[in-house]
């Protein structure tokens, strides 16, 4: 089941198995505006001869860019609007590079109750291949009554 942009999913709505996805180009200006927004200047982002010379051997995007995809899903998809990060864990798998297409995924896992929280399953892919593993904990607003 998917869930629907924009709209708060709260933890009454949510089941096991629940999962939202969405597709993203990495562009330069992708990677130039998160420099500028985080302060990473890292040259492996930014300057081609230097990331020449790494294993790499081309520009590649910051890592963390790939998990604001998964924050977006959090925040505009599933839970949606209201949802608040509780904790995430994050294994980086592969390099991003520009004009690659990050296919982003979360799925639920587990629910907990007794503290409104949901724990998701979170992948980023590029070509079918895993960038980016993880797992995420959130906090879900309940109904209003």
Known sequence: MLA??????YFEDLEVGQEASMSRIVTEADIVAYAALSGDYNPVHLDADYASGTIFKERIAHGILSAGYIS???GMKLPGPGAIYVSQSLFFKGPVKIDDRVESLVRII???PDKKRARFDCV???AGKPVLTGEA???VPSRPR
């Open 4 to 9: 629907t942009a924009g709209r708060t999913k």
């Open 137 to 139: 904990v959130l906090m």
């Open 124 to 126: 980023c892919t590029v």
């Open 72 to 74: 977006a899903l959090f």
């Open 110 to 112: 587990e629910l907990i």
